[in-house]
């Protein structure tokens, strides 16, 4: 029903910058929150970044002030923008995404995920 794309992955080195870009389409009504998450081998999945249909952004303390999230609501669009990666940040990165769907009613959909290297 609903479908959300990731890309802009890859490898970097430190203190460089990436920037993520995850699209929702499908059977949409509206898209609430939406979120980065990043998963580690021998580590749960953690919260990155989430950002509601408002312009703030709330952020994991370990990316705050390197990583930026933002949105396109007409675009059902969100992206994350990071800056001066550490070695730490290397991670597959999630996109999810709220979603109210034509169809039925409210469910958290997820993108295929994206690797993230930061690696000199």
């Known amino acids: 029903q609903v479908q959300l794309v990731e890309s802009g992955g890859g490898l970097v080195q430190p203190g460089g910058s990436l920037r993520l870009s995850c699209a929702a389409s499908g059977s949409i009504f509206r898209v609430n929150a939406m979120g980065w998450y990043r998963q580690t081998p021998g580590k749960q999945r953690e919260l990155v970044a989430l950002?509601?249909?408002?312009?703030?952004?709330n952020y994991a303390d370990s990316v705050k002030g390197r990583f930026t999230i933002s949105r396109d609501n007409a675009k059902n669009t969100v992206y994350l923008q990071m800056n001066s990666l550490k070695p730490e940040d290397t991670a597959v990165y999630y996109c999810?995404?709220?979603?109210?769907?034509?169809?039925?009613?409210?469910?958290?959909?997820w993108g295929q995920g994206t690797q993230v290297t930061v690696s000199s």
């Open positions: 999810n995404a709220n979603v109210v769907t034509t169809s039925s009613g409210t469910s958290d959909y």
């Open positions: 950002i509601r249909r408002g312009p703030t952004g």
